[in-house]
């Protein structure tokens, strides 16, 4: 079936890396761009950043900018977010999601925890 | 970037009655070469992502009830639950993709009374 699944998530402490992966299946996965968005516990969304179709154009919030880049394999089916110089206030439940309104497919989420 | 607002924040409803959201966008979402309102409205329960309700501000998404109703243009949009159910218990975002740089609101969270 259509899915998305986040994974890479953990607890990192305040200044080091991390890398998200979303694995798609079920659908043509490099049809579409694709978004990651964030929820910090308790609070509501918010976008981070979306890559087109084939890679070549990506935009991010500008919380992120500069520390986050997006990426994808179309080969694997998979989308990033590498993630550097993380600080507190990154802490969230991290989704990828479709970039096909209607329709669109979103992921349980993967939670990073910046803290040290 | 394009700021979307909601209020009320909270709302309590008995069920059977109807429920009132809504949204103000700091700029018109409404795409002039075809008429259409870039603004969705999103469901999201404890847990679980977010679910797409409306799209085109008015536009139901296949399997919502027609209980959900979108309304609305250009910077003012509402979202009315017309009889309230316990499975509607649940924090609604309105959601501009007018923007490559997309915004959320900050959420209502409705309950029953």
């Known amino acids: 079936q259509v899915q998305l699944v986040e994974s890479g998530g953990g607890v990192v402490q305040p200044g080091r890396s991390l890398r998200l992966s979303c694995a798609a299946s079920g659908f043509s996965f490099s049809n579409y761009g694709m978004h990651w968005v964030r929820q910090a516990p308790g609070k509501g969304l918010d976008w981070v950043a979306v890559i087109s179709y084939d890679g070549s154009n990506k935009y991010y919030a500008d919380s992120v900018k500069g520390r986050f880049t997006i990426s994808r394999d179309n080969s694997k089916n998979t989308l990033y977010l590498q993630m550097n110089s993380l600080r507190a206030e990154d802490t969230a439940a991290y989704h990828c999601a479709t970039d096909s309104i209607p329709g669109d497919v979103w992921g349980q989420g993967t939670t990073v925890t910046v803290s040290s | 970037d394009i700021v979307m607002t909601q209020s009320p924040d909270s709302l309590a409803v008995s069920l059977g009655e109807r429920a009132t959201i809504n949204c103000k966008s700091s700029q018109s979402v409404l795409y002039s070469s075809n008429n259409k309102n870039y603004l969705a409205w999103y469901q999201q329960k404890p847990g679980q992502p977010p679910k797409l309700l409306i799209y085109w501000a008015s536009t139901r998404d296949s399997g919502v009830p027609d209980r959900f109703t979108g309304s609305g243009s250009g910077t003012d949009f509402t979202l009315t639950i017309s009889s309230l159910q316990a499975d509607d218990v649940a924090v609604y975002y309105c959601?501009?993709?007018?923007?490559?740089?997309?915004?959320f609101g900050q959420g209502t969270k409705v309950e029953i009374k």
């Open positions: 959601h501009q993709y007018y923007s490559t740089f997309r915004t």
